[in-house]
């Protein structure tokens, strides 16, 4: 029972899907998957940091004692001893935050998707740090609002010229820990001149942390939220501290904002699996964080020195770089003539794979950057893969 | 280190969000998780069916042989295995299903919502039975539609009356089997009628069909999808098969509809968990479904058949209802000047509880129905809330 022939639909699609994009890393990355490229394209962290046994157990604990709960529906805010877990991992003396301050979501992809949602209007003015996360950029794009690039030095966006841009604006996006894609770190100073300029504004602060436990001397930095848990918006992720595979992760805000973020939660996809957050929980509930943590940290901080070294040794005069604290990207600034897409399609016929710069920007895009990840590559092919990109770039310059 | 006294900031939302609120269903739920109350309202499936043994040994499998890939990031679209399984099980002789028309969602809500943000504009029209399933009218809530209800009998939704109200319609969504919220089933002629009637005014089609594979007799009507595989979206979910706390579902759809549903669910959250995948394709590959669904279908058979007699027994002439030939609901119509929303109120103090109809109507509810729900309940306590219930609808006959 079939109909014939059929008139074939005319997709018309809403104007917010129009201009939806494949993300331009997704991309590059099914071309990368090759086992013979050496990928500085990922933003994946190392799966040598996964504690499989680990997870392993917690579900197999998770599902012996409360299998009939974790397999059924749950609620839209979360399971509630992980809510209070994480209430009590991000207070500290003096700022207390709570339970019903946590919204759990599936991976903070999520969270930027349920704030843009909620807070974004059409022609919004929205601000973002130059360049910004393209995740973040990419999911608020969706309610269409208009970007404003707050201008940024090496040490992150520039406080004091928020107020001359706020104007109307309906939030600020801010990732202060070693930044995708930067790989920055925005001062103390500048956090607390940064949640002051907005305070006083009434302007909502974005304060998304998925690297902040990656510091490579193990002090995270004071996060914004406790400085004005009134005005700050934090989302956390377990992405990067214990597997992103799972996706899960969380928004810590003001009550009546959490609310509103619960039910467009419900609506879009009732709760994050009931099962993953239990067993997040049960993996973590005795400290095997403090434990592990340190761990990744080490890794990264070798395998961003063996990059380091390989670019001091093999790039050009005239190419910079910054030296990151924590996280997983280093940022390259070319000379200007190089365009770094170009450059992208040359180094993929060498087997090497970066993610261009341009992408990050959401105003004039700056075309001689480049982010590299060294997290997942071995480092006698981190040197190889480098060593390689500055034949490519020496011969531009 | 903290902002004294910093303005309370003024929440401003979005227009969409400002409309959105919680389900009236999950705030029922809320109060009738106490366990002294009977309660007909929820529409969970029951935990008995959930094969946590046979989870538990998948994920140990899955985590075992392949945990690092199981726990990173995966691709958008979803793990390729369950899209061919999913692809395969769709199939039937002459209409054949490719996996690159299957994208994996977090439970079929999520496919609702990427239909939602993908389709439907600002005042677009948007066709739904009268009821409707609460969860979709929510979903395409956030983007503004205006809902336009076709009118239905006891058989579901009338093909002849689409094509007078379908003028500039952005799509069409029903739910053919054992409908919730009226357990109603869409006869194959119907089924035929309306993919006809959606191919000739080229109307995007949704089916959605979460109950489909619990008919009680075990023979599933025809799916609309391989009537018209280029007209009709059609949703599946193995949250009523297999367990709802894992959140997972599937769109299946016309390629150039779902590659853009696809860049919809990369901004919304990346992916779906990549574990929950493995694991459920693990689980489910050698034919686990087919042993485990027809055990669910007898429980819910005799559960309805309670419920059915108890109906027969206890509730007044005057009152109606249907005989579901699958799926988790019941329907009763009470006389008209009943409101059953005042009905629950008190039926709560008699620690019965149930869902009223009206929310689930697009347009003017009927406020004299309600959905009852027998899957969770024991029959003796499925006995003694119908008497209690026919008990408060007597006093106002």
Known sequence: MKIENPTPIKWQFAQRAEQLQSSVIREILKITMRPDIISFAGGLPSPETFPVEHMKAAFDTVLSQQGKIALQYGPSDGYAPLREWIADSLSIPGVTITPDQVLMVSGSQQALDLLGKVLIEEHSKVLVE?????????????????????????????????????????????????????????????????????????????????????????????????????????????????TPGI?????????????????????????????????????????????????????????????????????????????????????VTLPEHIDCMKLLEESITQNVAFVPGAPFYANEPQKNTLRLSFVTVPPEKIREGVAKLAKLIAAKI
């Open 247 to 331: 996706r899960l992760g969380y928004v810590v805000a003001p009550v009546p904002l959490v609310r509103k973020l619960e039910q467009a939660k419900q609506a879009a996809d009732l709760h994050t699996s009931q099962l993953t957050q239990m067993v997040v929980y049960e993996a973590i509930k005795d400290g095997f964080l403090e434990k592990h943590i340190p761990s990744i940290r080490t890794l990264y901080a070798n395998q961003c020195q063996v990059m380091l070294d390989a670019l001091t040794e093999f790039f050009p005069a005239g190419v910079t770089w910054n030296k990151p604290e924590g996280g997983m990207f280093i940022w």
């Open 130 to 242: 130059t360049p910004s996360y393209l995740g973040a950029l990419q999911a608020f794009s969706v309610y269409q609002p208009e970007f404003v690039s707050i201008p940024t030095d090496d040490f992150g966006l520039l406080p004091e010229e928020v107020a001359k841009i706020a104007d109307g604006a309906r939030l600020l996006y801010a990732l202060p820990n070693f930044q995708n894609p930067t790989g920055r770190t925005m001062s103390v100073e500048r956090r607390f001149a940064l949640v002051e300029t907005c305070a006083r504004l009434g302007l909502p602060l974005i304060e998304d942390d998925p690297y902040g436990a990656l510091s490579y001397r193990g002090e995270p930095l004071p996060k914004m939220l406790t400085m004005n848990p009134n005005g700050v918006i934090y989302l956390g992720s377990f992405s990067k501290v214990l």
